[in-house]
Structure formats: structure tokens, C-alpha cells
């Protein structure tokens, strides 16, 4: 009896038909991550305490503006899962500022630390990894046609 349940968790432990769906569903999460950070700063704070925020580190307005738009645009190329394995790195520029600014405050989330911060960051580059799974668009192959030549 137990040998049979082992033969299904293994069988169970290495299919990868369901891997594509798998990493979707993280690129999802992903997506649910960057809208709920975009609406904080431009729907809930508004964009003047956005730009004070932004002020208060250091930067110039242009800088929350610039962050807002990238962030908008990103939720939109990973919801269709496009130019995935180069966004996500790209994403960084804009996360690992943000962990550095948490992270005085500690580890701990609940004491506003940087732990989330730092998980969407290994979360980015997982993602990067993994590709965009299932569900993209996929855009069409620029790739040049080379014809095979006969000598």
C-alpha cells in the first residue's frame, strides 16, 4: 500500500505537463504585485504625495512620473507575457532601490522591513528564468531566413 502511494507522489512529483501553467500562474502573481504598488502610488496616495515621497529620497518629480510610467507599461507587457525573460531584470532597476529604502526598518514585513521586497526581487528573476509559460502572445520570429546553399 504505501509503495503504491510513493508510485503516484513520484509519477505526480515528475510530470511537467502542467510546468508551462505553473509559471503563468506566477507571472500573474507578478502582474497582481506591480498593479497593487501602481494604484497605491497614483490611486490611493495620488501622484503629489508620490512626487513628495520620491522628493524625500532624493529624486527629482521626473522620477516618480518615469517609475510610474515603467510600471505601467510592465504590468501590461506581463500580463500579455511579452519580452518577459528581458523585463523582469529591467523591473529591478526599480525594485532594488525600493528594498534598499526598507531595509533600516528591518527584515521583518511587519515592522515595514524589506522580507516582501526581497521576495518580489527572487520572485523577478525566477520569473526571468522560467520564461513567460503558457498563455503569451507570441510576437512574430525577426529572425533573418537563411536559405541552405548547395556548394
Not at 505537463?17 to 509559471?23: D, I, P, R
Not at 507575457?81 to 527584515?107: D, E, N, S
Not at 526581497?118 to 503558457?134: D, E, I, Y
Request: charged share 15%; proline share 5%.
Amino acid at each position: 500500500m504505501i509503495r503504491k502511494v510513493l508510485g503516484v507522489l513520484e509519477h505526480f512529483d515528475r510530470d511537467e505537463k502542467m510546468t508551462a501553467s505553473g509559471v503563468f500562474m506566477l507571472r500573474m502573481t507578478l502582474v497582481a504585485i506591480w498593479i497593487a504598488h501602481f494604484w497605491f502610488k497614483v490611486g490611493y496616495r495620488g501622484m503629489p504625495a508620490t512626487m513628495k515621497f520620491f522628493g524625500s529620497l532624493g529624486y527629482p518629480d521626473w522620477f516618480a512620473w518615469a517609475d510610474v510610467i515603467a510600471e505601467a507599461v510592465a504590468i501590461v507587457m506581463l500580463a500579455c507575457g511579452i519580452y518577459v525573460r528581458t523585463l523582469c531584470p529591467l523591473l529591478l532597476i526599480i525594485l532594488v532601490p525600493a528594498t534598499v529604502v526598507w531595509i533600516p526598518k528591518g527584515f521583518y514585513f511587519v515592522n515595514s522591513g524589506y522580507e516582501f521586497m526581497l521576495t518580489w526581487c527572487v520572485l523577478q528573476v525566477v520569473q526571468t528564468l522560467l520564461g513567460p509559460g503558457a498563455f503569451c502572445l507570441r510576437l512574430p520570429d525577426r529572425r533573418p531566413e537563411f536559405a541552405a546553399t548547395a556548394d
